[in-house]
């Protein structure tokens, strides 16, 4: 979590330089040079800038992407697992058309025909965050619709608005803010994953994506242009992927309980 606030942070609290700063007479230093801490690239950015840079573009698509699932997708898997019936049938009928397209795949797809930018690339991520978050609801909504309280409830004379504000949502909240954490680091990879193709953020922004692919040529070189990113990329994903199913392990125990 340190690492995720010094990306976010980073940039502002230490005086670094400018990330798109070039300077050829210092291209390809390595790490612990004085004035870089993590080197330079081949066009003699600093590493460290421009991956703390780029960090904070990786975590705002990604927060973006996963918000908008929870959202939209949470609304969408509540409203189907609580009414069922028609309602339940079309809209589960939809997510299971664009869960069968791998996620990278559909991403790809939708990135080519919108175009680079930050804007269209947390569009396409959503096409794998909302039907995540609404199957995930729906089947958290179902398990609460049939608890005893809730049938108590509904036989105490409580209207379906009362039953969804007072036991349903809040209990489908815990298990879906849960889940963002696991989203967000798919997300994350999806974005660096279109980025290294030259699908997302194009440069001079720098992403850990677009750093990943600057550094391919680089590696007999300046390998270490390549493996910051490649170990922020992977530490992040793996913090949130931990915390995150830690959290979703609770989450599942107070839904049971309930």
């Known amino acids: 979590m340190l690492l995720v ?4 942070l980073g ?14 007479a210092d291209a390809r230093l390595a790490p612990l040079s004085p004035g870089h801490l993590l080197g330079t690239d081949g066009l003699g950015r600093d590493v460290l800038s421009r991956a703390l840079d780029g960090g904070r573009v990786s975590l705002l698509v990604g927060f973006s992407a996963v918000a908008i699932g929870f959202i939209v997708g949470g609304l969408l898997g ?15 009928r939809l997510t299971e058309i ?18 680079p930018s930050v804007r269209n690339i947390v569009l396409a991520i959503c096409c794998h965050t909302v039907p995540a978050y609404v199957r995930l609801a ?3 909504a179902i398990k609460i619709r049939n608890s005893d309280f809730v049938v108590a409830a509904s036989l105490a004379g409580a209207n379906v608005g009362y039953t969804l504000r007072r036991h349903i949502v809040p ?9 963002g954490l696991l989203a967000t ?3 994350i990879v999806i974005e660096s994953s279109l980025s290294f193709l030259g699908l997302g953020v194009r440069p001079p922004q720098s992403t850990w994506g677009n750093m990943l692919a600057d550094g391919k040529t680089e590696l007999a070189m300046a390998s270490h242009v390549a493996f910051v990113p490649a170990i922020l990329l992977f ?13 979703r392990m609770r989450a599942d125990r107070k839904v049971g309980a309930a």
């Open 138 to 140: 729906r089947a958290n």
């Open 98 to 115: 664009f869960l069968a397209f791998p996620s990278l795949i559909l991403a790809l797809a939708i990135a080519t025909f919108l175009g």
């Open 185 to 187: 680091g798919t997300a």
């Open 11 to 24: 940039p502002f609290l230490f005086n670094l330089p400018d990330p798109e700063r070039q300077t050829l």
């Open 5 to 8: 606030l010094a990306v976010t």
């Open 78 to 92: 509540v409203t189907a697992g609580f009414l069922g019936g028609k309602v339940d049938a079309v809209i589960s």
């Open 235 to 247: 530490l992040t994903v793996l913090n949130l992927n931990l915390v995150g199913e830690g959290l």
């Open 171 to 179: 209990l489908v909240l815990q298990s879906l803010l849960a889940y």
